[in-house]
């Protein structure tokens, strides 16, 4: 039996997206800045999916970009508002510490650059609070950017109110929402955010494309050079076969988030009642306030790295973290965050569920977890310590 649980970091293409994909790799395939009637097929289907993914936003269609994903939009949002705040004297910028590397590596770059960069610390429950922001913003500050949900722990950030506390103290505000597009609401009026990302392959949409939302008004800066495509704020032919299959993706997922959610949700909390039942585990951020299909554990006395190889052997897929990250031994920056110490971070796991994962998947989960966990304590020397009392439990 096979069990993909991994959606977090990608997510199969639905029917719906592939359908919507294939008339422009087979029939419509013209260029969309061309002037024959040939290539106005794919302007007018640009034009659709800009349409079709504002409205799911609650945005307007000229203030979406299509990007290759979500760190590029990450990078042209914050580098465009730093630019703007470098022409008037604002050269610091807001963050936490357990963003996505899309997010933290520009901010070093920045750094290196001359910007103060302030990274928010992040409460054991994986959430940073308005007050937390509005004390840190200073007359200086150019841009606060914190995403919306974790990509790894799935904790779901007070995004509205922050947004209010930016537009208030007059500073721009950009949000990662690469995990919360198509899983969790979003009205960008309402919640006052001036630019937010998207990536399509987290919602069913194919990989290598994205979007930008840029509130009106706010800055936006050209990273990729070479033509007039995008309003000439990103170069390119655009790839309109991949661009449909995200506008058609990210509408199914709205129109379906409710039952979904709730579907999702039944299943995340089974897994996270069983998991709870290991002896020396723990749930890693807020219980309530995480994403439908997130489910982040540490277990005391064992290697993450083991527990996913033999978890693979079982037909499990997961991960111990971001898979942009995957390749690192180090110990994940989001759960050294959240105060996990760095033994305990490194017993990591993180499976993510979605709309096609069964309660078969959740039974087969639910039985092979707790054997691995048990397996590789049997053999491992930290375990025998900690059992014996030679060194101290700290979950």
């Known amino acids: 039996m096979f069990v993909y649980a991994d959606n977090a970091a990608t997510t199969k293409m639905s029917p719906t997206a592939i359908k919507a994909m294939l008339p422009y790799l087979e029939e419509n395939y013209g260029n969309a800045s061309s002037l024959y009637a040939f290539g106005q097929k794919s302007a007018e289907a640009l034009a659709a999916a800009r349409s079709t993914v504002a409205g799911c936003l609650n945005a307007e269609p000229r203030e979406i970009i299509f990007t290759s994903g979500g760190s590029e939009s990450d990078n042209q949002a914050i580098r465009s508002a730093a ?6 004297g604002k050269k610091h910028i807001i963050s936490t510490a357990f963003e996505h590397h899309a997010v933290l590596h520009t901010l070093r770059r920045l750094k290196k650059e001359g910007f103060d960069i302030t990274l928010l610390n992040v409460h054991e429950n994986g959430i940073v609070t308005p007050q937390q922001v509005s004390d840190a913003i200073r007359e200086d500050t150019c841009l606060v950017t914190i995403m919306y949900a974790n990509n790894e722990i799935g904790t779901i950030q007070p995004i509205a109110e922050i947004g209010r506390i930016c537009r208030e103290r007059g500073v721009w505000f950009h949000t990662d929402a690469v995990q919360a597009a198509g899983h969790l609401p979003i009205d960008v009026k309402a ?3 001036d630019m937010l990302s998207l990536s399509a392959h987290k919602f069913h949409g194919p990989k290598g494309v994205g979007a930008l939302y840029v509130r009106r008004g706010a800055p936006l800066e050209t ?9 000439s704020k990103r170069a390119g032919t655009e790839n309109i076969a991949w661009i449909a299959a995200a506008a058609a993706a990210l509408r199914e997922a709205c129109e379906h988030m409710e039952e979904n959610s709730a579907r999702v949700t039944a299943l995340r909390d089974r897994v996270i009642d069983g998991l709870s039942a290991i002896p020396h585990s723990a749930l890693n951020g807020d219980r309530e306030h995480r994403l439908p299909g997130n489910i982040n554990f540490c277990f005391e006395g064992i290697e993450g790295e083991s527990l996913l190889l033999l978890l693979d052997d079982a037909g499990i897929c997961a991960s111990s973290g971001s898979a942009c990250t995957s390749g690192s031994l ?3 920056h989001v759960l050294l965050a959240i105060g996990r110490p760095h033994e305990v971070a490194h017993g ?3 499976l993510t569920l979605g709309e096609y994962n069964t309660e078969e998947d959740v039974d087969r989960i639910l039985a092979e977890v707790p054997r691995v966990v048990e397996y590789l304590r049997g053999m491992s020397p930290v375990w025998k310590d900690l059992e014996s009392g030679k060194t101290r439990h700290q979950l």
């Open 83 to 88: 630019s703007w705040g470098a022409r008037f």
């Open 191 to 193: 919640q006052n955010i």
């Open 223 to 231: 990273l990729i050079e070479g033509g007039a495509q995008e309003r």
């Open 330 to 332: 180090d110990p994940s």
């Open 348 to 350: 990591s796991l993180r």
